[in-house]
């Protein structure tokens, strides 16, 4: 999965439309950034890279540390 397809996958779990989604954006700025949302999210890396969640990814704030986290582990093609 390349970065942009899994920004598609994030747009789409944050109901916000295409293209919009910034790596500024954070859960405080995203009143679609829920518990449910980090679910998805965390469901999607699992599913798409074979990721278990880490302190890495737990701890995210803001979509750039999200992005951030994943290209830590080289998951991006």
Same mark, same amino acid.
């Given at each position: 999965?390349?970065?942009?397809?899994?920004?598609?996958?994030? @747009? !789409?779990?944050?109901?916000? #439309?295409?293209?919009? *989604? =910034?790596?500024?954006?954070?859960?405080?700025? &995203?009143?679609?950034?829920?518990?449910?949302?980090?679910?998805?999210?965390?469901?999607?890396?699992? @599913? !798409?890279?074979?990721?278990? #969640?880490?302190?890495? *990814? =737990?701890?995210?704030?803001?979509?750039?540390? &999200?992005?951030?986290?994943?290209?830590?582990?080289?998951?991006?093609?």
């Amino acid at each position: 999965m390349t970065r942009s397809s899994f920004q598609n996958m994030l @747009e !789409e779990i944050l109901d916000v #439309p295409r293209g919009s *989604l =910034l790596d500024s954006a954070s859960r405080d700025a &995203l009143p679609s950034w829920t518990s449910l949302a980090d679910v998805q999210i965390l469901t999607a890396i699992q @599913e !798409e890279f074979g990721l278990e #969640p880490d302190v890495d *990814l =737990l701890g995210v704030e803001t979509i750039g540390d &999200l992005f951030r986290a994943l290209e830590r582990h080289a998951v991006f093609s």
